[in-house]
């Protein structure tokens, strides 16, 4: 097992695990079904809440013998740890596990139940593409010395955060699209992109495509993006007032995003505070600490030493 500072726990090994980490026993209702051997890749997802001490009654909506989801070899199977699935598998099997902090990819709760409905196939595109590589990303990290285990985890939570954001049909995970936006103050998870992908226009995909390639640009402002696309910076800010946002509040929210994971990737051991903001554009350390206290309530000496304690004690 490989347990790193983000808060990460890869496991990988060819023996048949009994079950899947969790936090109780396996819920009767979630059930994971497989004829074939191979080797399966689960994604445990923790968040701050913790079950209750006497687990309720399974809902309607989730019989007891709900016919479970089936899954085939080299599928990517997400799920809750709060309610971790029973396993139904008829031949020996190779399982390689990431338990991932929910927020660390930028995911609420309603998130999470979503995506432990939807397994990412193998046979899909992006299964075909990235489930090998989260594979060989796992042993690759558990061999590594601490240093480079600890990039390779983050490129696995990366690649899990592509996944995510794939299977919720959103720009980014987290994203509300049209049930509500996620612009709620000190909320410290990952902000969206405007609306829902897809529903937006063509031009704004591409802005949003370029800021995201820009965010290191200190010069980076609504002047320079609206150049860049040959449109009026009037009509800029009309496309991002239409999905209830603006231009400078998405630039600042992604940037702040950008510096929290760093914090917590490197800890007190890498980077100054200063120079993680001005990596990311901030040119003020004053100015940095003030907006991500605003964002976030803490300062970011606050989120680094707390992030780091977290990471450190592992899951509770």
């Not at 709060?82 to 991932?100: M, W």
């Not at 490129?155 to 987290?174: D, I, M, R, S």
Request: hydrophobic fraction near 40%; aromatic fraction near 6%.
């Amino acid at each position: 097992m490989c347990r790193t500072r983000l808060g990460v726990e890869i496991t990988t090994g060819e023996e048949t695990p009994a079950r899947l980490p969790g936090e109780t026993s396996p819920h009767p209702a979630h059930r994971l079904l497989a004829r074939d051997g191979g080797e399966y890749l689960f994604v445990g997802l923790r968040s701050g809440a913790r079950p209750a001490p006497a687990a309720p009654a399974p809902a309607a909506q989730e019989p007891v013998d709900a016919p479970g989801l089936r899954l085939a070899p080299g599928d990517v199977c997400f799920y809750d740890v709060h309610r971790a699935p029973e396993l139904d598998f008829r031949e020996p099997f190779r399982a390689t596990t990431f338990l991932v902090p929910a927020d660390l990819l930028g995911l609420v709760d309603s998130d999470v139940r979503r995506l432990a409905r939807k397994p990412v196939a193998r046979s899909s595109r992006l299964g075909a593409l990235l489930s090998p590589l989260l594979s060989d990303l796992a042993r690759a990290t558990a061999e590594a010395r601490p240093p480079v285990g600890e990039m390779l985890a983050w490129n696995a939570v990366n690649l899990l955060a592509t996944l995510a954001a794939e299977q919720l049909g959103t720009a980014a995970p987290g994203t509300r699209g049209t049930h509500g936006s996620r612009d709620t103050p000190g909320a410290p998870g990952t902000p969206g992109a405007p609306g829902a992908a897809g529903a937006h226009s063509p031009v704004l995909e591409r802005v949003l495509e370029y800021v995201e390639l820009q965010l290191t640009d200190p010069d980076l402002s609504p002047e320079t993006i609206a150049r860049a696309h040959h449109i009026s910076v009037r009509y800029l800010h009309k496309l991002f007032k239409d999905e209830g946002t603006t231009v400078g509040r998405w630039i600042l929210r992604r940037r702040l995003e950008e510096c929290r994971r760093d914090l917590m990737r490197y800890g007190r051991g890498g980077r100054t505070i200063a120079a993680v903001a001005a990596r990311w554009g901030f040119l003020s350390a004053t100015h940095f600490s003030r907006v991500f206290r605003s964002a976030y309530g803490m300062s970011p000496r606050e989120w680094r030493d707390t992030a780091g304690r977290a990471a450190l004690s592992g899951p509770r």
